[in-house]
């Protein structure tokens, strides 16, 4: 994250000067996606906010875990890119679209976003564009292959995924993990690989013959002992420390 932090200085100089004024904002959003990976989200908030970013905005709603701001602003900004045929942004806009509707658990939002992202990068080819969110969007594939969408293209997606993990897998001897003030229980360990995998508290309750209430009290649990604030900052704190 230092290094790539160093480079987008070095491009925000560059594009500062008069004949790339016009990539300022395009550098600014991924300066948005590295403060936010760097859990800076002060930071992140304001710089999308100079530049009127809508998709950073978002981002930074989502990693805030606003979801109702986020979804608002991605519905209006994906009607705006439709009508004017701007099909690159109604991509993206489809891709983080998908993301927040998972979040908030709406499936079958999640699925009719991501449905209609896949469509329009098969069209192109596009991989990373999903491979780039991580986890999360793992969960929605993984959901989309359940209902049978788009099985060709969903593979080629999923095998990249399969194959980023294993680039960034590191040795065990290697692994730093660090230590959490309060551990995780066996039972509180197994609910998060459960909802890592992407399933609901209600599905969960069902697997391990546990009342509702119960998960979502472990869940509560488990949220306070990562600092996190929802699942999809639950998972990724748990990756961070080496717990999944």
């Not at 509707?101 to 499936?107: G, T």
């Not at 959490?180 to 069902?206: D, K, T, W, Y």
């Not at 697997?207 to 949220?223: E, G, M, P, Y």
Request: glycine content about 6%; hydrophobic content about 45%; some cysteine.
């Amino acid at each position: 994250l230092d290094g790539c932090a160093k480079i987008l200085e070095q491009v925000d100089r560059s594009a500062h000067q008069p004949s790339f004024a016009h990539r300022l904002p395009e550098v600014a959003a991924e300066r948005v996606r590295l403060l936010l990976h760097k859990r800076d989200l002060l930071a992140a908030e304001k710089l999308a906010n100079l530049y009127q970013l809508h998709l950073s905005q978002a981002r930074v709603y989502l990693a805030q875990g606003n979801i109702a701001p986020a979804q608002a602003l991605l519905e209006g900004y994906l009607q705006q890119v439709e009508a004017k045929g701007w099909q690159a942004e109604r991509l993206k806009a489809l891709v983080l679209l998908a993301l927040v509707y998972h979040a908030n658990n709406n499936k079958d939002g999640a699925m009719q976003a991501l449905g209609k992202a896949l469509a329009l990068a098969e069209l192109g080819g596009f991989i990373r564009i999903f491979v780039d969110e991580g986890p999360p969007m793992m969960q929605c594939l993984a959901d989309a292959a359940v209902l049978g969408i788009m099985p060709d293209y969903l593979g080629k997606i999923r095998s990249a995924f399969d194959a980023e993990h294993r680039k960034m897998e590191v040795p065990s001897h290697r692994l730093h993990v660090a230590t959490l003030i309060e551990p995780l229980s066996q039972r509180e360990l197994e609910i998060l690989r459960l909802v890592a995998q992407g399933l609901s508290n209600r599905e969960i309750s069902e697997r391990l013959f546990l009342a509702l209430i119960t998960v979502k009290v472990h869940n509560q649990k488990i949220f306070g002992k990562l600092q996190a604030r929802n699942r999809t900052e639950a998972v990724a704190r748990a990756r961070e420390l080496g717990l999944l």
